[in-house]
T-cell receptor
Framework: EAAVTQSPRNKVTVTGGNVTLSCRQTNSHNYMYWYRQDTGHGLRLIHYSYGAGNLQIGDVPDGYKATRTTQEDFFLLLELASPSQTSLYFC?????????????FGHGTKLSVL | QQKVQQSPESLTVSEGAMASLNCTFSDGTSNNFRWYRQHSAKGLEVLVSIFSDGEKEEGRFTAHLNRANLHVSLHIREPQPSDSAVYLCAVRTGGYKVVFGSGTRLLVSP
């Protein structure tokens, strides 16, 4: 089973604060994703990447930057955090080799912006 | 842009009765559909995957896909209280972008 590890598990910051969420996957998957989950919205795609140095914009990218430094590591950056970014964030990876590829999820990071 | 919608928003069934959940999508070229379960804002558990029209069964969980009608459903046979959770439909398009529905909250009463 592929392993996806997110850190931190919980984070509290203040409005205007600078936050970095980290994600590491150990199976050399090429695709990695950042989602946020809010009540009534399911999971919404923020950014995704198909390899080191690549970045694709998702459906709710405003206020977020992302960087894929290596095949294993994908970071989500909130440079001026706002209360609307309080959410549960999930990272996922996939090898995307065919139509039946699947996502492997981390356990999530709960972010609170006060 | 792919739109994925789930219905109902919430569903209560009695233990042992069939539970049926629905998911509609907007992009007819979508080729990869999965149902996930999530207990209390925890991690996501894959229940069943389906890639072609018809039916796919995984234990008590059965998915039905009809791409012409842009519809995929999940049926849970003999649901138990431990099946109470949020169920999420995920649809992948050809560009490897995976879009989720907003979820159905299922409550199974003893």
């Amino acid at each position: 089973e592929a392993a996806v590890t997110q850190s931190p598990r919980n984070k509290v910051t203040v409005t205007g604060g600078n936050v970095t969420l980290s994600c590491r996957q150990t199976n050399s998957h090429n695709y990695m994703y950042w989602y946020r989950q809010d009540t009534g919205h399911g999971l919404r795609l923020i950014h995704y990447s198909y390899g080191a140095g690549n970045l694709q914009i998702g459906d709710v990218p405003d206020g977020y930057k992302a960087t894929r430094t290596t095949q294993e590591d994908f970071f989500l950056l909130l440079e001026l955090a706002s209360p609307s970014q309080t959410s549960l964030y999930f990272c996922a990876s996939s090898d995307a080799r065919g139509p039946n590829e699947r996502l492997f999820f981390g356990h999530g990071t709960k972010l609170s912006v006060l | 842009q792919q739109k994925v919608q789930q219905s109902p928003e919430s569903l209560t069934v009695s233990e042992g009765a069939m539970a049926s959940l629905n998911c509609t999508f907007s992009d007819g070229t979508s080729n990869n559909f999965r149902w996930y379960r999530q207990h209390s804002a925890k991690g996501l558990e894959v229940l069943v995957s389906i890639f072609s029209d018809g039916e796919k069964e995984e234990g008590r969980f059965t998915a039905h896909l009809n791409r012409a009608n842009l519809h995929v459903s999940l049926h849970i046979r003999e649901p138990q209280p431990s099946d109470s959770a949020v169920y999420l439909c995920a649809v992948r398009t050809g560009g490897y972008k995976v879009v989720f529905g907003s979820g159905t909250r299922l409550l199974v009463s003893p």
